[in-house]
């Protein structure tokens, strides 16, 4: 009997699942991110840039993996931002710099329909402490954007992955459900990396929406740290997206060794750490000639107790 | 294809395959590219790239055209200094290549710049490094450590394999890069090793015409191994006129003019050939005999024995697969003298990090700053840290030279901190950068910083002399006793501030003294020539070098005088200078731009201001200077009707030349470029015949010479051309030298006696050295002092 492969087919090739799907950015803003993207088709099977990111940049040398391109609606959480409802539809209305800018539902397919593989609906996260009626309006407006990207997708290979928002399992159950027997190509769910301290309350919304969507895709946004994506595997996510493998790299840290820490890394230092952070939360392997200039827990270890000579 | 033994030992045991870095010592002909080339097949064939390390231009052209087909549809890319400049673009980009050759300063750029080059880094998973063992070479050797070390850190997923036929610490070498090594001796073909002995230098062109003979005759070819161009061209002339079909091989031919000679070699039309080192390494040209005709080279300073591994190199070629049962090698080795005895047994040098030596630490240094990849003093220990160096235990102290390069203003602390470590960023200089950016030492960049602000009126040819005392400026042009007076003469003409300083104050500004001087006033002279004829073979003939030298130089120079003119740029704390009025006469600013032009163009001072005219180019330059149009002036007042009349330019364009330079004049004059104040240099003559009967020249060659004893009242001498007897007869010493010969008191004597402590020539030897320093340079003085050209490993003399 063949084993049962989950996996995405995407235009840029197939993910197979679970996946950690590594985030990136375009542009100057993170330059360690510049230095990481030549290498993420060594240690991943695809990569994720949010809308803010991908908007008015040079895509042209990314790397050939497939691209997951969300909405950009974690900006509705900005201090400068405001959740509009224009013609049933949930916008983002932000001021920057004394000018308005609104992010619609159609601002965020554009894109998505010019350069990603797989896309995700714009989505209002609902933080913790969120006032009873505020959550539910949000949450309507993401239901409601999910249906007019789907209704609206022009692109047939655009693989369109619908956003969960909710506040407990019940409200995530009764998301996903609005969801059910429509042809999304999967589910994503949001809103999670507030409550990710709770890993029981995290898990009871994504065993809600499993249990609601059958078989299809599940996604979960910016939960990235290897024990907690493990635990989300097994209970049936199919795809997690994190920056947190290169976050912790600026900060000289390393995964496998949390407690130790270069204080002074160099780009190099940094570059070193995010691949062998991202190797381990994708499985793969670090070749063995690379051994002398990555990481290991010995290594950093010896860091830690100060020994004089700094090598490795 | 049957797999050499060595070839299958390494495949069986997956050395290729394994992802380790690998270190192979294999002799020559032994199936090491072979091997490279399964690596690169295997890489390309997975759609990732490969990049193959080459000491040699001529190789890497060599390589890609060989390759071409092999390893189709892959484009290949060759990245030396052919390409690049001077308009000439690149066959294949680095973007599109997935095959890249280049040599170890293409590849120190490209990491020193690695942002212009993250495109394609990223994506190498082979380094092949052949000759490794140059990882130890006195120049290059810092460079390529530091270029593997950067590309290591870009790219840890890359895999290198380094090759080599000589190293004398493969295990450490192969630890150094975390890696595996393998060593086999198995050869195709092996070597007979055979000594031929003389006791007298003369007798050895016979000797050779006899091994040489024997080997032609019976259907072989034989490659002869000398210590200098003169020495290949005498013998193989000498072996010509014997009737035997022999040619030279020496740097100082061009490219085309050696590849002929290679070709012919291969061809057959040729049966002997006499080479310097040109020929130690790489191109393939298989002989039965390999004749070692000097043991001995020239290192900068003195004559030393050759390395084993220099020996190997050269006698690796013997034996021809298929035509010849054994290869010959025939070492030439005095009668008194065993030392040449131990190569066959091949006990190889060990490789030596360059970075022990402090400047090329410095260099490394500001290429690591420059380029961003390390930004603090930890970040600088801990790079060093991995070095060779540092795994010898060699490394210099690095605290101790990150001070001395601020207080030499090289590097400087920032303002800035490091937001977690509080630790001060360091950052180069604008000087630092531009030795990083130059590919410079930083000597270099010190020395001209200094010089310019110092000497702000320095001439067009203090400024050449300035470029050419430095340590990048290549190639060593050296001085022969023979053409110290028509150097001098050529130098009394000349208008120069600095030849009419006293010797030591030359020297101090300088940095170089003895031969080195020698050597860069001879460059000066060269390239000054060249900007007045713009005729690399005219100015060869007059000067004694060769045309491909010629340009070659002046390729350096304006690489080094674009430097200058960085540095010139940079401004001294507190040294606010203002704008010159135009009018006033030219800055050394403009000199060295219309220096620069004038050496890219061939053209003097005058026909230079011709080219300020927008759409006159050096081309036209030219044509308006046979046209007697020599300067700006005689444009501006030029006859219309005549300047049209020139072919090519039309009436309307001859208008705007003309009006561009009537404008000119008003503030630019042909005349400010002129110089007319000769230099005082004194003629090569010495102030006195002899001193206290003893003649100083030879004196001065004594100090040179090492000695030994042989026996009671016998000494064995030798640092010159040739190692030399000396014996007791009596009461006085007699030599088998032939100035000896000719009734003189040789040097080979005159060192012996002051060994033996004459207090004779103890007075006289101090009176020479009192007279050294005090007046203008004295060519003759300068070539009698011992200290000599900067160590070049590019062994200027012998080549």
């Known amino acids: 009997m063949e084993p049962i492969v989950r996996a995405l087919n995407t235009r840029g090739g197939k993910i197979r699942f679970p996946a950690y799907i590594p985030v990136t950015t375009f542009g100057e803003e993170y330059p360690l991110d510049d230095l990481v993207r030549p290498y993420l088709p060594r240690l991943a099977q695809a990569m994720m840039v949010s809308y803010h990111y991908a908007r008015n940049r040079n895509l042209s040398d990314r790397p050939n993996l497939p691209l997951l391109v969300d909405s950009g609606g974690f900006s509705a959480l900005f201090k400068d931002a405001r959740i509009r409802k224009r013609n049933g539809l949930g916008c983002i209305e932000r001021t920057l710099d004394g000018s308005h800018q609104l992010l619609s539902p159609l601002d965020a397919l554009d894109l998505q329909e010019r350069i990603a593989d797989v896309a995700f609906t714009l989505d209002f996260p609902i933080p913790p402490g969120t006032k009873p009626a505020e959550a539910k309006v949000r949450q309507a407006l993401t239901i409601a954007n999910a249906h007019w990207a789907l209704a609206n997708r022009r692109r047939s290979d655009l693989?369109?992955?619908?956003?969960?928002?909710?506040?407990?399992?019940?409200?995530?159950?009764?998301?996903?459900r609005a969801y059910a027997g429509c042809p999304f190509d999967g589910i994503a769910i949001g809103g999670l990396v507030p409550r990710a301290r709770d890993l029981v309350g995290v898990l009871s919304i994504v065993d809600a929406v499993r249990a609601e969507i059958g078989d299809k895709a599940l996604h979960v946004f910016g939960l990235g740290k290897p024990d907690v994506v493990a635990e989300l595997f097994r209970h049936g996510v199919d795809s997690v997206d994190s920056s947190s493998y290169v976050r912790l790299a600026v900060d000289g840290r390393l995964w496998s060794n949390p407690g130790a820490r270069i204080t002074d890394p160099s780009a190099t230092d940094r570059l070193h750490l995010a691949l062998c952070n991202l190797a381990m939360a994708t499985g793969q392997t670090l070749p063995l000639g690379a051994s002398r200039w990555l990481f290991s827990t010995s290594i950093l270890q010896r860091l830690e107790e100060g020994q004089t000579d700094d090598s490795r | 294809m049957?797999?050499?033994?060595?070839?299958?030992?390494?495949?069986?045991?997956?050395?290729?395959?394994?992802?380790?870095?690998?270190?192979?010592?294999?002799?020559?002909?032994?199936?090491?590219?072979?091997?490279?080339?399964?690596?690169?097949?295997?890489?390309?064939?997975?759609?990732?790239?490969?990049?193959?390390?080459?000491?040699?231009?001529?190789?890497?052209?060599?390589?890609?055209?060989?390759?071409?087909?092999?390893?189709?549809?892959?484009?290949?890319?060759?990245?030396?200094?052919?390409?690049?400049?001077?308009?000439?673009?690149?066959?294949?980009?680095?973007?599109?290549?997935?095959?890249?050759?280049?040599?170890?300063?293409?590849?120190?750029?490209?990491?020193?710049?690695?942002?212009?080059?993250w495109g394609w880094i990223p994506e190498?998973?082979?380094?092949?490094?052949?000759?490794?063992?140059?990882?130890?070479?006195?120049?290059?050797?810092?460079?390529?450590?530091?270029?593997?070390?950067?590309?290591?850190?870009?790219?840890?997923?890359?895999?290198?394999?380094?090759?080599?036929?000589?190293?004398?610490?493969?295990?450490?070498?192969?630890?150094?890069?975390?890696?595996?090594?393998?060593?086999?001796?198995?050869?195709?073909?092996?070597?007979?090793?055979?000594?031929?002995?003389?006791?007298?230098?003369?007798?050895?062109?016979?000797?050779?015409?006899s091994e040489v003979g024997r080997c032609v005759?019976?259907?072989?070819?034989?490659?002869?191994?000398?210590?200098?161009?003169?020495?290949?061209?005498?013998?193989?002339?000498?072996?010509?006129?014997?009737?035997?079909?022999?040619?030279?091989?020496?740097?100082?031919?061009?490219?085309?003019?050696?590849?002929?000679?290679?070709?012919?070699?291969?061809?057959?039309?040729?049966?002997?050939?006499?080479?310097?080192?040109?020929?130690?390494?790489?191109?393939?040209?298989?002989?039965?005999?390999?004749?070692?005709?000097?043991?001995?080279s020239f290192d900068g300073n003195e004559f030393r024995p050759l390395p084993t591994n220099q020996v190997w190199q050269r006698v690796g070629r013997a034996g021809r697969p298929g035509l010849d049962p054994s290869g010959e090698a025939v070492l030439f080795s005095p009668t008194w003298d065993r030392a040449a005895d131990g190569y066959p047994r091949g006990v190889f040098e060990p490789v030596r990090s360059g970075l022990s030596q402090p400047r090329l630490l410095a260099e490394q240094v500001l290429a690591e700053l420059s380029s961003g990849l390390a930004r603090t003093r930890s970040q600088l220990r801990r790079t060093f840290g991995h070095s060779l160096a540092a795994h010898q235990n060699r490394m210099p102290d690095l605290e101790g030279l990150l001070r001395q390069m601020q207080e030499t203003e090289?590097?400087?602390?920032?303002?800035?901190?490091?937001?977690?470590?509080?630790?001060?960023?360091?950052?180069?200089?604008?000087?630092?950068?531009?030795a990083a950016r130059h590919l410079m030492e930083?000597?270099?960049?010190?020395?001209?910083?200094?010089?310019?602000?110092?000497?702000?009126?320095?001439?067009?040819?203090?400024?050449?002399?300035?470029?050419?005392?430095?340590?990048?400026?290549?190639?060593?042009?050296?001085?022969?006793?023979?053409?110290?007076?028509?150097?001098?003469?050529?130098?009394?003409?000349?208008?120069?501030?600095?030849?009419?300083?006293?010797?030591?104050?030359?020297?101090?500004?300088?940095?170089?003294?003895?031969?080195?001087?020698?050597?860069?006033?001879?460059?000066?002279?060269?390239?000054?020539?060249?900007?007045?004829?713009?005729d690399a073979d005219q100015v060869a003939e007059l000067t004694g070098c060769y045309p491909f030298e010629v340009l070659r130089l002046r390729e350096s120079l304006i690489r080094l005088l674009a430097a200058m003119a960085d540095i010139h740029r940079v401004e001294k704390p507190g040294d606010h200078r203002p704008p010159r009025p135009p009018e006033e006469e030219v800055s050394l600013a403009d000199k060295i731009h219309a220096l620069s032009q004038m050496l890219q163009a061939g053209l003097d001072e005058e026909v230079i201001t011709l080219t300020l005219v927008p759409g006159v180019g050096p081309t036209w330059a030219r044509r308006l200077k046979q046209a007697d149009i020599t300067?700006?002036?005689?444009?501006?007042?030029?006859?219309?009707?005549?300047?049209?009349?020139?072919?090519?330019?039309?009436?309307?364009?001859?208008?705007?030349?003309?009006?561009?330079?009537?404008?000119?004049?008003?503030?630019?004059?042909?005349?400010?470029?002129?110089?007319?104040?000769?230099?005082?240099?004194?003629?090569?003559?010495?102030?006195?015949?002899?001193?206290?009967?003893?003649?100083?020249?030879?004196?001065?060659?004594?100090?040179?010479?090492?000695?030994?004893?042989?026996?009671?009242?016998?000494?064995?001498?030798?640092?010159?051309?040739?190692?030399?007897?000396?014996?007791?007869?009596?009461?006085?010493?007699?030599?088998?030298?032939?100035?000896?010969?000719?009734?003189?008191?040789?040097?080979?004597?005159?060192?012996?006696?002051?060994a033996r402590g004459d207090r004779t020539l103890k007075l006289a030897v101090g009176t020479v050295e009192q007279g050294r320093s005090e007046g203008p340079i004295n060519l003759r003085d300068l070539w009698f002092d011992a200290p000599s050209p900067g160590g070049s490993s590019h062994d200027p003399w012998n080549r």
């Not at chain 2, 097949?41 to 193959?52: D, E, N, S």
């Open chain 1, 159 to 176: 693989l369109l992955y619908a956003c969960v928002q909710a506040w407990d399992a019940a409200s995530a159950r009764a998301c996903a």
């Open chain 2, 2 to 117: 049957s797999l050499t033994p060595s070839q299958a030992a390494v495949m069986e045991r997956g050395l290729i395959d394994s992802g380790f870095n690998c270190v192979l010592q294999m002799p020559t002909g032994s199936g090491k590219t072979w091997l490279a080339e399964q690596a690169m097949a295997q890489v390309l064939g997975r759609g990732q790239r490969a990049l193959y390390l080459t000491p040699l231009r001529a190789l890497a052209s060599e390589l890609m055209e060989r390759w071409r087909e092999r390893f189709a549809p892959n484009p290949i890319g060759v990245f030396t200094g052919e390409f690049g400049r001077s308009g000439r673009a690149y066959p294949v980009s680095y973007h599109n290549a997935r095959l890249l050759v280049m040599t170890p300063e293409r590849l120190d750029s490209c990491t020193r710049n690695w942002r212009s080059h």
């Open chain 2, 124 to 209: 190498v998973d082979l380094l092949v490094v052949d000759e490794i063992h140059l990882l130890g070479d006195r120049h290059r050797g810092a460079r390529l450590e530091g270029a593997i070390s950067r590309f290591r850190r870009l790219n840890p997923f890359v895999q290198i394999l380094g090759l080599s036929a000589t190293l004398g610490n493969r295990v450490e070498l192969a630890g150094w890069l975390d890696g595996v090594e393998f060593a086999s001796d198995w050869r195709p073909i092996p070597i007979d090793w055979r000594f031929v002995r003389y006791r007298k230098a003369n007798e050895k062109p016979s000797l050779l015409l």
């Open chain 2, 217 to 296: 005759g019976q259907g072989g070819k034989s490659l002869v191994f000398v210590q200098s161009r003169r020495r290949a061209e005498a013998l193989s002339l000498f072996l010509a006129k014997q009737g035997l079909r022999a040619y030279h091989h020496h740097a100082g031919l061009n490219h085309s003019s050696r590849r002929e000679v290679e070709e012919g070699f291969r061809q057959g039309s040729c049966d002997v050939l006499v080479a310097t080192s040109t020929l130690e390494m790489g191109l393939n040209l298989p002989v039965r005999q390999v004749v070692l005709y000097d043991v001995q």
């Open chain 2, 410 to 434: 090289l590097i400087r602390e920032d303002t800035e901190r490091e937001p977690d470590s509080g630790e001060l960023r360091l950052c180069p200089t604008r000087l630092g950068r531009i």
């Open chain 2, 442 to 534: 930083p000597a270099t960049v010190r020395l001209f910083r200094t010089a310019m602000l110092d000497e702000p009126e320095a001439s067009f040819f203090d400024i050449l002399l300035l470029a050419s005392s430095s340590p990048d400026c290549e190639p060593l042009l050296p001085v022969d006793f023979e053409e110290l007076d028509s150097l001098g003469d050529a130098l009394a003409r000349e208008s120069s501030r600095f030849l009419s300083k006293a010797r030591s104050e030359l020297e101090d500004r300088l940095g170089v003294g003895g031969k080195r001087l020698l050597a860069a006033l001879k460059m000066s002279q060269v390239a000054r020539a060249w900007t007045r004829t713009g």
């Open chain 2, 631 to 754: 300067d700006l002036e005689a444009l501006a007042q030029a006859e219309p009707e005549a300047l049209a009349a020139l072919p090519g330019l039309s009436a309307r364009r001859a208008y705007q030349w003309m009006d561009a330079a009537v404008e000119l004049v008003r503030t630019r004059s042909a005349f400010w470029y002129r110089e007319s104040r000769p230099s005082n240099l004194t003629s090569s003559e010495t102030s006195s015949g002899t001193i206290n009967g003893v003649d100083p020249y030879r004196l001065r060659r004594a100090l040179d010479l090492q000695l030994r004893p042989l026996d009671e009242g016998m000494y064995h001498v030798w640092g010159g051309l040739e190692p030399h007897r000396v014996w007791l007869q009596g009461s006085t010493w007699d030599c088998d030298c032939r100035d000896a010969k000719e009734g003189q008191t040789c040097k080979h004597i005159l060192a012996v006696r002051l």
